[in-house]
T-cell receptor, first 113, second 113 residues
Framework: GAGVSQTPSNKVTEKGKYVELRCDPISGHTALYWYRQSLGQGPEFLIYFQGTGAADDSGLPNDRFFAVRPEGSVSTLKIQRTERGDSAVYLC???????????FGPGTRLTVL | GENVEQHPSTLSVQEGDSAVIKCTYSDSASNYFPWYKQELGKRPQLIIDIRSNVGEKKDQRIAVTLNKTAKHFSLHITETQPEDSAVYFCAASMGNSGYALNFGKGTSLLVTP
């Protein structure tokens, strides 16, 4: 079956621009997570959705970051006024229920020039 | 915030030898501890996980041990093969966020023939 997919695979933008990153979880998975991974580091938690609601957004670094999951399936991570420090691979993961294995997508590599 | 420490950062073993990677965590509410393998440019893949009600779990050449009192857990790979070469991440669930994960910084394992 189809795994977690993310689009785009690569995104290059200029400092100050707005970007949207999309995640399509595995069908039927209720829990969805966003992480970001910098070079040589482990994934860093950003936000967790249970259904349509953000159950925990404590990992979002500041108010330039926002994420939605309006129908409890696809999620979009939105970054306003991008900064060079936002450059990283943004990973999405989903699980059937919150306590189950998290399956990761291939990530979106964001480069802010 | 809560964090996960992982050691060593790099590990080189000869084919057929064993490899051990150790992690400690600080969140006493953590109750789920997965290990992920990430090959260069690829997504993290779960290789084994353990929950807090179990002290040890084994799956063929891979085993994980957990000491909740000491807040540490370890990954053991026996009879290593060159295809085991990758970066391995330990993670611990965040006690106040369902199963969102705090990751270690990773161990780069190289298995030489």
């Amino acid at each position: 079956g189809a795994g977690v997919s993310q689009t785009p695979s690569n995104k290059v933008t200029e400092k100050g621009k707005y970007v949207e990153l999309r995640c399509d979880p595995i069908s039927g998975h209720t829990a969805l997570y966003w992480y970001r991974q910098s070079l040589g580091q482990g994934p860093e938690f950003l936000i967790y959705f249970q259904g349509t609601g953000a159950a925990d957004d404590s990992g979002l670094p500041n108010d330039r970051f926002f994420a939605v999951r309006p129908e409890g399936s696809v999620s979009t991570l939105k970054i306003q006024r991008t900064e060079r420090g936002d450059s990283a691979v943004y990973l999405c993961a989903s699980s059937l229920l919150a306590q189950n294995e998290q399956f990761f997508g291939p990530g979106t590599r964001l480069t802010v020039l | 915030g809560e964090n996960v420490e992982q050691h060593p950062s790099t590990l080189s073993v000869q084919e057929g030898d064993s490899a051990v990677i150790k992690c400690t965590y600080s969140d006493s509410a953590s109750n789920y501890f997965p290990w992920y393998k990430q090959e260069l440019g690829k997504r993290p893949q779960l290789i084994i996980d353990i929950r807090s009600n179990v002290g040890e779990k084994k799956d063929q050449r891979i085993a994980v041990t957990l000491n909740k009192t000491a807040k540490h857990f370890s990954l053991h790979i026996t009879e290593t093969q060159p295809e085991d070469s990758a970066v391995y991440f330990c993670a611990a669930s965040m006690g106040n966020s369902g199963y969102a994960l705090n990751f270690g910084k990773g161990t780069s394992l190289l298995v030489t023939p």
